[in-house]
């Protein structure tokens, strides 16, 4: 059966510092991959998907970035978070095709 | 205006009551997805459709395709169902990536 892993589950970070937030998937292959952000009292936004290893498509403009290094990696970084960058943030996949979607546990993030 | 909007936005009740959730959707979509959040954050998907009734349990979930609406009942409502519910839809033009556009949800709060 297929897992999603996401890591770490809660994060506090000062302004300014970095982040690398990490999504894997088992038990399938050359799956799509996303990541979501949820602001509190908001609803999720779709950050970046991924088609396939290296192939990484951005929704919106912000100082956040993703790779996709492994066939069932996904990374989520910044160079200095802000304030704004705080929220739920959860990884999801979907097998090619199809219209399910899965979801990761999620990571909190708090920038003080 | 949201492409996908839900009512109530929050919706309090006394256990054993019939809830009832809307979503209203303003594009055309190859599918609709129903999910629950739970206070800890994580996210279960609970249906996925294209047309007509799906029943698990005491939750039913209807579509209406021409009018761009779709309902979540939940029958002998418990206080184990408080919980963010939301909407998401698979837009007809996302052929291959399957991204969804999610409406801002609904929280159930159910009262012994």
Redesign the interface.
């Given at each position: 059966s297929q897992t999603i892993h996401q890591w770490p589950a809660t994060l506090v970070q000062p302004v300014g510092s970095p982040l690398s937030l990490e999504c894997t998937v088992e038990g399938t292959s050359n799956p799509?991959l996303?990541w979501y952000r949820?602001a509190a009292g908001?609803?999720?936004?779709?950050l970046f998907?991924s088609?396939g290893i290296g192939q990484i498509?951005s929704?919106v403009p912000q100082n956040l970035s993703a790779s996709r290094p492994q066939d069932r990696q996904f990374i989520l970084s910044s160079k200095k978070l802000l304030l704004s960058d705080s929220g739920?943030y959860?990884c999801a996949w979907?097998v090619?095709?199809?219209?399910?979607?899965?979801?990761g546990?999620?990571t909190?993030l708090t920038v003080l | 205006k949201?492409e996908v909007e839900q009512s109530p936005q929050n919706l309090t009740a006394q256990e054993g009551e019939f809830i009832t959730i809307n979503c209203s959707y303003s594009v055309g979509i190859?599918?609709l997805?129903w999910?629950q959040q739970h206070p800890g954050?994580?996210?279960?998907?609970l249906f996925?459709l294209?047309s007509g009734k799906k029943k698990h349990g005491r939750l039913i979930a209807t579509i209406n395709i021409q009018e761009k609406h779709s309902s979540l009942h939940i029958t002998a409502s418990h206080p184990r169902d408080s919980a963010v519910y939301?909407c998401?839809v698979?837009g007809i033009s996302n052929?291959?990536?399957?991204?969804?556009t999610?409406?801002?949800?609904t929280r159930l709060t159910i009262i012994p």
């Open positions: 799509n996303y949820q908001r609803g999720l936004q779709l998907y088609v498509s929704e739920f959860l979907s090619k095709l199809s219209r399910g979607q899965y979801f546990p999620g909190r | 949201n190859s599918a997805h999910l954050g994580g996210i279960v998907s996925m294209s939301i998401a698979k052929f291959g990536n399957e991204k969804l999610f409406g801002t949800g």
